[in-house]
């Protein structure tokens, strides 16, 4: 079999484009098509339906696409296996992180990592928890980091840290106090993130059980976004204390005190049940979750 020829199938599938999938795999839209045929004749069976100009995936398109993750994820396994035989630490850790670990958290961690392992490199896929989740279903990523427990088999997560929200407010609301009432917070408009998103999951469970009534003023799907808005004064909003930590510091945003509003935001590490972790895998996670554990990384006091 050659790998190749899954390789461009799973490209076509991914984008839902021969010509995208071309550009990917770094071979003419003809060459590409010349392989999805080749693919077929040696399965005697049709992998694509066309209509009008989108493609659709046969039934037996959608059986072999499993078994063409599962014989590359194979692969993959083999060249680290037969890497680990040597006395080097090298390759790459592949990982998928949402958004706020991503840009916030991890980072801090691949410097001093890889001072201890140059020859190891990182790549990382960033976006929402549902599309981390199916990058590790399609074996892009060997793990992920995100913010909520999916408990969609065969996927398994393990607790990774927790971080605390809070509420925080720009120094232009001209707001001089550290604390507030509720009754006093639902007259400042509220700049919520997006339907979906992790964070804003955690705070309306929050919500649900209490009656509390927001003034929403903004929607926004991008952490940063909401911090300028609420920097300039449009309203207060509520973040992970990891995504703000520095502006708090700085004096660009503060935190309030509001009545027993203390919810954390619980991380995970997803990656498939019989996952088998390569030597640079198993050695940064270690690594990670020693150094959280000693240092209690980010938490701040309520």
């Given at each position: ?19 995208k ?61 037969v ?12 990982m ?26 990182f790549e990382?896929?960033l ?13 892009d ?135 088998k ?6 050695l ?18 309520i």
């Amino acid at each position: 079999m050659n790998l190749d020829l899954l390789k461009t199938f799973i490209s076509i599938v991914k984008h839902n484009s021969v010509s995208k999938a071309s550009e990917e795999v770094f071979l003419t839209q003809p060459a590409v098509s010349k392989q999805i045929r080749i693919l077929e004749k040696q399965y005697g069976a049709k992998l694509f339906e066309k209509e009008k100009s989108r493609l659709f995936l046969t039934e037996s398109g959608k059986t072999l696409l499993n078994y063409a993750y599962r014989m590359l994820a194979l692969y993959n396994e083999s060249i680290v296996a037969v890497n680990e035989q040597k006395d080097q630490v090298r390759g790459i850790v592949k990982m998928g992180s949402n958004l706020t670990l991503g840009i916030y958290v991890l980072p801090r961690f691949f410097r001093s990592f890889g001072d201890t392992y140059p020859e190891l490199k990182f790549e990382v896929y960033l976006d929402n928890t549902e599309r981390v989740i199916s990058a590790i279903k399609r074996g892009d990523v060997g793990f992920g980091f995100i913010g909520r427990d999916p408990e969609t088999p065969p996927l398994v997560t393990s607790p990774f840290y927790k971080d605390r929200l809070k509420v925080v407010v720009g120094p232009k609301l001209g707001l001089k106090k550290r604390a507030i009432s509720w009754k006093e917070l639902e007259k400042i408009p509220f700049i919520r993130r997006e339907k979906g998103s992790d964070i804003r999951e955690t705070y309306e469970a929050w919500f649900k059980e209490r009656p509390v009534n927001l003034r929403l003023r903004m929607e926004l799907n991008n952490t940063e976004a909401i911090k300028i808005a609420v920097h300039f004064g449009l309203g207060f909003s509520i973040l992970p204390w990891c995504t703000i930590e520095q502006e708090v510091r700085w004096g660009l945003l503060q935190t309030l005190s509001v009545p027993y509003f203390d919810p954390l935001q619980q991380f995970y590490v997803s990656h498939f049940k019989e996952k088998k972790f390569s030597k640079p895998e198993r050695l940064f996670l270690e690594y990670i979750y020693n150094f959280i554990e000693k240092e209690e990384l980010l938490l701040p006091p309520i």
